[in-house]
């Protein structure tokens, strides 16, 4: 059992193009954004 290891409930949200934006033939990759919602209750598990 590992006392300094705790289960944290944040979020990631992945934004990506609906229409899947990829140019025909393109071998590029298509940025995709992040947003990180950690857990706000996370400190209250310390």
């Known amino acids: 059992v590992f006392s300094d ?3 944290e409930f944040g979020t ?3 934004y990506t ?3 899947s934006c ?3 033939g393109s071998t590029v990759p ?3 954004f992040l947003v ?3 857990d ?3 400190k209250l598990f310390k």
């Open 17 to 19: 193009c609906r229409n």
């Open 36 to 38: 990180v919602q950690p």
């Open 40 to 42: 706000p209750d996370q």
């Open 30 to 32: 298509v940025e995709e």
């Open 22 to 24: 990829w140019k025909s």
């Open 5 to 7: 290891v705790s289960l």
């Open 12 to 14: 990631v949200l992945v």
